[in-house]
């Protein structure tokens, strides 16, 4: 069985990769901090970033323009993102994109790709109560 080793493939191994293929997100706040639309005339247009110690290992190079409210959006990973640190903190970050100004954070949720005893999951769901809310796809490489 693939992720485990032994006789009884009863011992887990620990991944060498982690690969990211989709990230859904299933909530974002309705307004900034100040209580502002995120955009003056339409919706928010959203990205989503991840982060390793602190720098950008993976920008999604497109938004989903005047995303709505209380829909689900799917971003799809190309070129075969690696989380190359299985046991490592990483961030993903949800974005609003702006024309003229600088890019406002959303939220965003720290996590850990992998974690013994998980078995390995195929979806991994990342919530923040009343913030931003993901859920991630990945891929185990052993």
Request: net charge negative; hydrophobic share 40%.
């Amino acid at each position: 069985m693939q992720g485990f080793t032994g006789l009884d493939c009863g011992l887990e191994k620990e991944p060498s990769g982690i690969f990211l293929t989709k990230v859904r997100v299933d909530r974002f706040p309705t307004r900034t901090e100040t209580g502002s639309a995120w955009d003056l005339v339409s919706g928010a247009d959203i990205y989503i970033v991840i982060k390793y110690a602190g720098e950008v290992v993976y920008m999604h190079p497109s938004f989903i323009e005047n995303a709505p409210l209380g829909k689900t959006h799917f971003f799809e990973i190309q070129n075969n993102f690696s989380f190359n640190e299985p046991l490592g903190r990483y961030e993903i970050l949800l974005y609003d994109f702006d024309d003229l100004d600088s890019d406002d954070l959303m939220g965003g949720i720290e996590f850990i790709p992998y974690r013994k005893g998980d078995l390995f999951p195929r979806e991994k769901t990342l919530d923040t109560i009343g913030n931003v809310a993901f859920e991630v796809s990945l891929e185990y490489v052993f």
